[in-house]
């Protein structure tokens, strides 16, 4: 084996070691981007969840103070928050409540305002949305 090795040129071996050298600075590379999207896409799930939470709190804080419409948008807002996002089993059971909470006050403020027909599709979506939940599991689905 020496042998062989002695027979190669020097220049073959240094360039060997620097294409070596330099797929190892690109693999590095790789993964480091790759950590930086998966934490990149951790923050933007954190930042779902704080952004309806804070959307609910403000639709909870109008709704005490009988502005069902404006509370009403912020639900929904705080809905619109979780749209197109995959979150993890933790998250998602956060996001499960927030959103249980939003439906069931959007339905309170859609019966305030008279909007029976929105108190329904509202509270069908409740089922479809979180079928887990006790609101649910007497209705059938």
């Given at each position: ?26 693999r ?10 998966r934490e ?18 403000k ?83």
């Open positions: 084996m020496q042998h062989l090795r002695a027979e190669i040129p020097v220049n073959v071996l240094e360039q060997r070691d620097a294409y070596l050298a330099k797929r190892a600075a690109e590095a590379e790789e993964e480091q981007k790759a950590a930086a999207a990149a896409e951790q923050a933007q799930k954190r930042d779902a969840v704080a952004t309806a939470t804070r959307f609910k709190e639709g909870n804080s109008l709704f005490k103070s009988g502005q069902y419409e404006e509370a009403r948008e912020a639900y929904i807002r705080a809905l619109n928050s979780f749209f197109s996002l995959q979150l993890e089993r933790k998250e998602q059971a956060e996001a499960d409540q927030i959103k249980l909470s939003c439906y069931l006050n959007m339905c309170i403020c859609s019966s305030k305002l008279n909007r029976h027909d929105e108190v329904i599709s509202t509270a069908s979506k409740v089922c479809t949305t979180t079928p887990t939940s006790l609101t649910c599991a007497g209705n059938g689905h």
